[in-house]
């Protein structure tokens, strides 16, 4: 079992440019969690997703942030336009079930903005 | 809403002593309780939970963890650190219904000393 994975582990990108972050859950899990930490800072909730739904996004941004969990392949959490002050680690979490309580994470992607 | 506080942003401890990290939270109803360790460029793993029952949890690594309704909080402990406990600790609490998403408090960082 490959556990959570997320890539790339490490991304650069220019102001202005896309990034986009991937994230497969563990087998058998349905649910994925999107959170972000900054430097020094713990992890913020995002979004939740199940399969073709998202079930909350009170923690994405309103603008240039946006997720998908397609029936098939890996969740994406995609931003637009980046700026400098999207630099930060994006971890994806996953669940087999809503009931689930421990989250299983991933090892993170990290997002640099030049 | 739901919210997390550790007040203590770093906990010095000698090797061989006991360890405290504190977490207090605030939540509607009874709370579903986390703690988690993140090492150097890791994901966060998952240590111990509250969910209902026995007010004193075990969990891995020798970790345990004291449920306190009264004083609304779930503090870590350790009877003996390890060098190797030195890491990041997340508390966490998710309300029991709703969304499966946690929301986490801003880590404590636990560096014990040889």
């Known amino acids: 079992n490959a556990g959570v994975m997320q890539n790339p582990r490490h991304l650069v990108r220019r102001r202005g440019q896309e990034a986009r972050l991937r994230c497969s859950p563990m087998?058998?899990?349905?649910?994925v969690y999107w959170y972000r930490q900054l430097p020094e800072e713990g992890l913020k909730f995002m979004v939740y997703?199940?399969?073709?739904?998202?079930?909350?996004e009170s923690g994405m941004p309103k603008e240039r942030f946006s997720a998908e969990f397609p029936k098939e392949g890996p969740s994406i959490l995609r931003i637009q336009q980046v700026v400098r002050g999207d630099s930060a680690a994006y971890f994806c979490?996953?669940?087999?079930?809503?009931?689930?309580?421990?989250?299983?994470f991933g090892a993170g992607s990290r997002l640099t903005v030049l | 809403a739901q919210s997390v506080a550790q007040p203590e942003d770093q906990v010095n401890v000698a090797e061989g002593n006991p360890l405290t990290v504190k977490c207090t939270y605030s939540?509607?109803?009874?709370?579903?309780l986390f703690w988690y360790v993140q090492y150097p460029n890791r994901g966060l793993q998952f240590l111990l939970k509250?969910?209902?029952?026995?007010?004193l949890v075990k969990g891995s690594y020798g970790f345990e963890a004291e449920f306190n309704k009264s004083q609304t909080s779930f503090h870590l402990k350790k009877p003996s650190a390890l060098v190797s406990d030195s890491a990041l600790y997340f508390c966490?609490?998710?309300?029991?219904?709703?969304?499966?998403?946690?929301?986490f408090g801003t880590g404590t960082r636990l560096t014990v000393i040889p």
């Open positions: 979490a996953s669940s087999p079930d809503a009931a689930t309580s421990v989250l299983t």
């Open positions: 087998k058998g899990h349905s649910h």
């Open positions: 997703l199940q399969k073709e739904n998202i079930i909350d």
């Open positions: 939540v509607s109803g009874n709370p579903y």
């Open positions: 509250y969910i209902t029952g026995d007010n």
């Open positions: 966490a609490v998710r309300e029991p219904t709703g969304a499966n998403n946690l929301f």
